[in-house]
């Protein structure tokens, strides 16, 4: 026989949002090819649309920077929406038109006639990106606090990947060209054409794969009153039938034969087939309430067979509850039915009052306007900055002073991908050995102070003629700081979603997601004033990390979250009495 397998944490969630594992590993299936796409885009596009205006008759270098930076304004703008439009539920639909959007904008970008088509192509996909902040509230309701940073950090990865693969895809188009009537598919056009295919497939799939979950149950409830509610949820996912059928099986009314035995013990000899919904709901009561209200006991076994452990029937007379006494035992008030518990929960008529509050509940800003959270929110907003600032100043830095071409430069964005892939590795594995949070993004503003201080340290030495010392500092900052991004980008948005209610998740991943594309706006626009002045450009990095540091050591305490335990309904639960006298039911699914 296989092994028990513990109805554990993440199958009481998912009960409970009306997923199973397998819909929840489609849905992150999709969300993963969603941000892998971006990543290709990001890479096959952004290298190859300077030369495709200028093929425009777009001689404007002006122009270029109002391209780039459209699609991050259409992102500022697009985030909440989408990020309000989740918290009412129906994520699958905006995943859907995130995907047409960026059909849309990358057809458009495919059939260019002049620049303000690329203008307008960027725009449109811009809007399509700001589906982001949906897909992350989705991953905070889906997950448990003990798994959530390494499924974002995960589905972040992908996007990383994307990067790293996409430039493949333009050495296979350099030499396309096709006449399609008005229409010509060349290794400049190419990159719209193929991502436009690329992202109905997308679209295909996410119809097919990802699925919603139910936020309709406890929309109306506080963080509190959902926690102390929780257990009885998940019965809202199934229909009346499902819980009738798993209310006689819990009060012994399955038709079967019920064979007494000596000291007032009872044994059901017989198996039934049921469906898989009522095994699940079976198991959740036990896992949540244990028998007749009691400790929870249930677990799966095997290939769908349910494990329901009762505790066998007293001779006592205290307990009420010889042999035969079933049907006393179906009246008792201690094993109310399923479906009445579930009903009589949202009319607030649960037999067990829930506690009072510590605190009343914040309003949907009292939620992120906490002083913890907008420190989250200024230090992903620097870090962002400074990447994207640190992005646009390389290249011309790297041609002025170490006479780098665009063979070079390949090179060191190969080498940045790759140090970004082993970053996410161990932000991966700090996850799995249990490392909090907090502690992840501390050791990645270490890492960006580590690597602006040693790009401070090389500037005397730029203008020598032997340039080795300062090539060796540079390669070593830009690895610490390419290090340090994915220690600050997955925890963040996790971390957030632990902090507040899961009510609002897609209004303050709106929020964050604004910030970031805040900041690659204005980003690009700091480092092209200072690309004269490395000096000042360098210190002001540095200043930035040092008060983002600052401000995240002062509130430090405040971010402590505990990774084990996602609502205080297990934590609840009574401790399991233990009785010798006990029988077990196995009910295949």
Same mark, same amino acid.
């Given at each position: 026989?296989?092994?028990?397998?513990?109805?554990?944490?993440?199958?009481?969630?998912?009960? #409970?949002?009306?997923?199973?594992?397998?819909?929840?590993?489609?849905?992150?299936?999709?969300?993963?090819?969603?941000? $892998?796409?971006?990543?290709?885009?990001?890479?096959?596009?952004?290298?190859?649309?300077?030369?495709? &205006?200028?093929?425009?008759?777009? =001689?404007?270098?002006?122009?270029?920077?109002?391209?780039?930076? $459209? $699609?991050?304004?259409?992102?500022?703008?697009?985030?909440?929406?989408?990020?309000?439009?989740?918290?009412?539920?129906?994520?699958?639909?905006?995943?859907?038109?995130?995907?047409?959007?960026?059909?849309?904008?990358?057809?458009?970008?495919?059939?260019?006639?002049? %620049?303000?088509?690329?203008?307008?192509?960027?725009?449109?996909?811009?809007?399509?990106?700001?589906? @982001? !902040?949906?897909?992350?509230?989705?991953? @905070?309701?889906?997950?448990?606090?003990?798994?959530?940073?390494?499924? +974002?950090?995960?589905?972040?990865?992908?996007?990383?990947?994307?990067?790293?693969?996409?430039?493949?895809?333009?050495?296979?188009?350099?030499?396309?060209?096709?006449?399609?009537?008005?229409?010509?598919?060349?290794?400049?056009?190419?990159?719209?054409?193929?991502?436009?295919?690329?992202?109905?497939?997308?679209?295909?799939?996410?119809?097919?794969?990802?699925?919603?979950?139910?936020?309709?149950?406890?929309? =109306? &409830?506080?963080?509190?009153?959902?926690?102390?509610?929780?257990?009885?949820?998940?019965?809202?996912?199934?229909?009346?039938?499902?819980?009738?059928?798993?209310?006689?099986?819990?009060?012994?009314?399955?038709?079967?034969?019920?064979?007494?035995?000596?000291?007032? *013990?009872?044994?059901?000899?017989?198996?039934?087939?049921?469906?898989?919904?009522?095994?699940?709901?079976?198991?959740?009561?036990?896992?949540?309430?244990?028998?007749?209200?009691?400790?929870?006991?249930?677990?799966?076994?095997?290939?769908?067979?349910?494990?329901?452990?009762?505790?066998?029937?007293?001779?006592?007379?205290?307990?009420?509850?010889?042999?035969?006494?079933?049907?006393?035992?179906?009246?008792?008030?201690?094993?109310?039915?399923? &479906?009445?518990?579930?009903?009589?929960?949202?009319?607030?008529?649960?037999?067990?009052?829930?506690?009072?509050?510590?605190?009343?509940?914040?309003?949907?800003?009292? #939620?992120?306007?906490?002083? =913890?959270?907008?420190?989250?929110?200024?230090?992903?907003?620097?870090?962002?900055?400074? /990447?994207?600032?640190?992005?646009?100043?390389?290249?011309?830095?790297?041609?002025?002073?170490?006479?780098? /071409?665009?063979?070079?430069?390949? +090179?060191?964005? +190969?080498?940045?991908? @790759?140090?970004?892939?082993?970053?996410?590795?161990?932000?991966?594995?700090?996850?799995?050995?249990?490392?909090?949070?907090?502690?992840?993004?501390?050791?990645?503003?270490?890492?960006?102070?580590?690597?602006?201080?040693?790009?401070?340290?090389?500037?005397?030495?730029?203008?020598?003629?032997?340039?080795?010392?300062?090539?060796?500092?540079?390669?070593?900052?830009?690895?610490? +700081?390419?290090?340090?991004?994915?220690?600050?980008?997955?925890?963040?948005?996790?971390?957030?979603?632990?902090?507040?209610?899961?009510?609002?998740?897609?209004?303050?991943?709106? &929020?964050?997601?604004?910030?970031?594309?805040?900041?690659?706006?204005?980003?690009?626009?700091?480092?092209?004033?200072?690309?004269?002045?490395?000096?000042?450009?360098?210190?002001?990095?540095?200043?930035?990390?040092?008060?983002?540091?600052?401000?995240?050591? !002062?509130?430090?305490? *405040?971010? %402590?979250?505990?990774?084990?335990?996602?609502?205080?309904?297990?934590?609840? /639960?009574?401790?399991?009495?233990?009785?010798?006298?006990?029988?077990?039911?196995?009910?295949?699914?």
């Amino acid at each position: 026989m296989s092994s028990a397998t513990t109805f554990d944490e993440t199958d009481a969630l998912l009960l #409970e949002v009306g997923l199973t594992k397998k819909k929840r590993r489609g849905s992150l299936y999709v969300l993963g090819l969603f941000y $892998f796409l971006s990543g290709v885009e990001y890479a096959v596009i952004l290298p190859t649309i300077w030369l495709y &205006l200028r093929d425009l008759e777009e =001689h404007r270098q002006w122009f270029l920077g109002l391209v780039i930076s $459209f $699609f991050s304004v259409a992102s500022m703008f697009s985030s909440p929406l989408y990020g309000l439009f989740a918290d009412s539920g129906g994520i699958k639909r905006l995943v859907l038109v995130s995907s047409s959007f960026m059909v849309l904008g990358n057809f458009l970008y495919f059939a260019a006639q002049d %620049a303000y088509c690329i203008l307008e192509s960027r725009f449109l996909c811009g809007w399509g990106s700001g589906a @982001a !902040a949906a897909s992350f509230a989705y991953l @905070a309701r889906v997950t448990t606090k003990g798994e959530r940073t390494q499924i +974002i950090g995960t589905i972040i990865a992908c996007r990383q990947l994307g990067v790293l693969l996409g430039p493949g895809l333009n050495f296979g188009l350099e030499r396309l060209h096709v006449d399609m009537g008005p229409l010509v598919l060349d290794s400049l056009s190419a990159p719209g054409f193929f991502m436009a295919i690329l992202w109905v497939l997308c679209g295909i799939l996410g119809f097919f794969m990802f699925h919603d979950i139910k936020l309709e149950g406890n929309a =109306h &409830l506080t963080i509190d009153e959902s926690a102390s509610v929780k257990p009885l949820l998940a019965y809202d996912s199934y229909d009346s039938s499902v819980l009738e059928e798993a209310d006689r099986i819990l009060n012994g009314d399955n038709d079967g034969a019920v064979q007494p035995t000596h000291g007032g *013990r009872s044994r059901r000899k017989r198996k039934r087939r049921i469906p898989k919904g009522v095994a699940l709901v079976i198991n959740y009561n036990q896992a949540y309430t244990g028998p007749n209200g009691g400790e929870a006991s249930g677990h799966v076994q095997g290939e769908g067979m349910v494990s329901v452990s009762e505790e066998g029937p007293s001779t006592r007379k205290e307990d009420g509850y010889g042999a035969g006494s079933s049907e006393k035992r179906r009246s008792s008030t201690s094993s109310t039915p399923l &479906l009445q518990r579930a009903h009589s929960s949202f009319r607030g008529e649960s037999s067990s009052a829930p506690s009072e509050p510590a605190h009343p509940p914040l309003s949907k800003w009292g #939620e992120y306007l906490q002083l =913890h959270v907008l420190v989250l929110f200024m230090v992903q907003f620097l870090c962002i900055f400074n /990447q994207v600032a640190l992005e646009t100043w390389v290249t011309p830095f790297t041609d002025h002073y170490f006479r780098w /071409q665009e063979k070079e430069n390949s +090179i060191m964005y +190969i080498c940045v991908g @790759a140090t970004a892939i082993l970053a996410f590795a161990c932000v991966q594995i700090m996850s799995i050995c249990k490392i909090s949070d907090r502690f992840i993004m501390l050791v990645g503003l270490f890492a960006e102070a580590i690597g602006l201080i040693v790009a401070t340290g090389m500037m005397p030495f730029l203008d020598e003629k032997d340039t080795t010392f300062a090539l060796t500092a540079f390669i070593l900052s830009c690895f610490f +700081i390419v290090f340090g991004l994915p220690f600050l980008f997955v925890p963040s948005p996790s971390l957030v979603s632990k902090l507040t209610s899961e009510q609002y998740q897609g209004f303050g991943q709106g &929020l964050r997601r604004t910030l970031v594309s805040l900041a690659t706006i204005v980003g690009p626009l700091w480092a092209g004033s200072m690309s004269q002045h490395v000096t000042v450009f360098v210190g002001f990095m540095l200043g930035l990390v040092f008060v983002a540091m600052t401000s995240y050591l !002062a509130v430090i305490k *405040r971010l %402590a979250v505990d990774a084990t335990s996602e609502s205080a309904a297990p934590s609840q /639960q009574p401790s399991r009495p233990t009785s010798a006298r006990s029988s077990r039911q196995e009910v295949p699914a």
